[in-house]
């Protein structure tokens, strides 16, 4: 596995690949990898013949009053995990060459960054739709990897990807959870004991509204209800939403489409972040949303 | 010469180009073809093995009071002014395909778009950057050419490519001129007899400045005043300004670096915009500003 930490070296390593028609998987990350980015990490992997993971911690995805300087970071650990999964090439970009001096141009990402984390992280979701624009115009996979639990993200990415004609596949892989379910999360690294343990309350929110769901339930009302009764273990809910999982809209009236039932909770002074999708069975609901990959166009 | 009209074909024809290592020349234009088109197109056949022209009008860099109904068009003629100057693909593509229904994505220039143009046209630049950001997308030129008559333009996109990656090279072609003087522009079309012949005081009074900064003035008031008085013809200045032609900032005090004088005026109901570039000679200033290709990165 190669470690690569400019741009030029990025470049002059990928272009014979590009040139022979390799086919490139990559996997934008912000490191303290975890078994989620593994999985996307093994999923490229075993797609593409060459994998790129990028490990950058991006400042302009943070609010000033969020966690930037405090994101967990441990490269020797990432390393490995990398390694293990199967990447092949590791690119560590400096902000200094990702935001140079008069740096200004920004993907502005539409009415899909309003609500959900828009509304409450103001400029996140324009940071990240910018800077994986930057990392797919330097990489130039064919293939790239996001997970699950960031729902809105890979909602305002793939619809950044056909906006601006970016020649990749936007795969969305599962999300990875621990074993009482807690959705893997850099962010877990923060929480204390009790914490921990509190934090489970928030995908057994999920996963009772989503067997109420199995069960014939379609009221957004009463599917809400019951995982908010289960989420009392949080200290505060930021936000619990059932939308429409292409347009993010509120779902109104009975659930006749594909939802994702999302969440944003603080368990100490921790913010997680995590999500169900609901899907009516295709004979049941006229339109079905897929979540395998989609192209560019 | 291959005509396209769907951004798939596009792909399906550029795809064993790509794949050969060609080297793909882009020309973007609206169509309504003149010299200065020509010139693009004939620079791109020299430099690259396959030249690209794209003719979208695009709608959203017109604000709602501006032309974009009127613009003139001429399929014909533009196909053959192409042929003639060299191009191999003519990319014609739909309103429907680049701006389909869910459309949102943009590419938001930053305080570059903000001066000149960008002042009195709205949203401009942003309609701009988007459009060049999908059709490079589409297109994945090694080169993409730009008239100099576009001065701010041209500053947003090298400024767009850098910002975000693009693998691209801007190259900046220079002004081409009608035999008077009066820089070339589809929008010419739309002068009456009358405004054609007061239209010529715009570039008269930039070569005025020009010629002045060449005998030593270096006095940014002197050089706008001198402008300004060749100018009576036009029946409104909208702006005339020296900036530095890397920010776009004003010139305070003695032009010590590149700057351009930029321009737009109304002749009658139609809006001119033309520029020079006033360069200090390299032993003169300490910082000079190339207008030649410069790389993505």
Known sequence: MRLVRSVADLRALLKPLWNEGKRIGFVPTMGYLHEGHAALV????????????????????????????????????????CLEAGADVLFLPEVAEMYPTGFQTHVEPGRLAEPLCGAFRPGHFRGVATVVAKLLAMVQPDLAFFGQKDFQQTVVVR????????????????????????????????????????????????????????????????????????????????????????????????????????????????????????APTVGEAGLNVSLSPTHGD
Do not use: W
Not at 46 to 53: K, L, P
Not at 210 to 215: G, L, N, Q, S, V
């Open 159 to 278: 619809r950044m990807v056909r906006d601006l004609n970016l020649p990749v596949d936007v795969v969305v892989i599962p999300t990875i959870r621990e074993e009482d379910g807690l959705a893997m999360s850099s962010r877990n690294s923060y929480l204390s004991d009790d914490e921990r343990e509190r934090a489970r309350c928030l995908s057994q929110g999920l996963f009772a509204a989503e067997e109420a769901f199995r069960h014939g339930e379609r009221d957004p009302e009463q599917i809400t209800t019951l995982a908010r009764q289960a989420m009392a273990g949080a200290d505060r809910l930021q936000y619990l939403e059932l939308v429409d999982a292409q347009t993010l809209e509120p779902i109104q009236g009975p659930l006749d489409r594909t939802a994702a039932l999302c969440v944003a909770a603080y368990v100490g002074a921790t913010r997680l972040i995590d999500n169900v999708v609901l």
């Open 42 to 81: 093994r999923q490229s992997a075993s797609r593409c013949d060459v994998t790129v993971v990028s490990i950058f911690v991006n400042p302009t995805q943070f609010a000033p009053n969020e966690d930037f300087a405090k994101y967990p970071r441990d490269l020797e650990r990432d390393q490995a995990l």
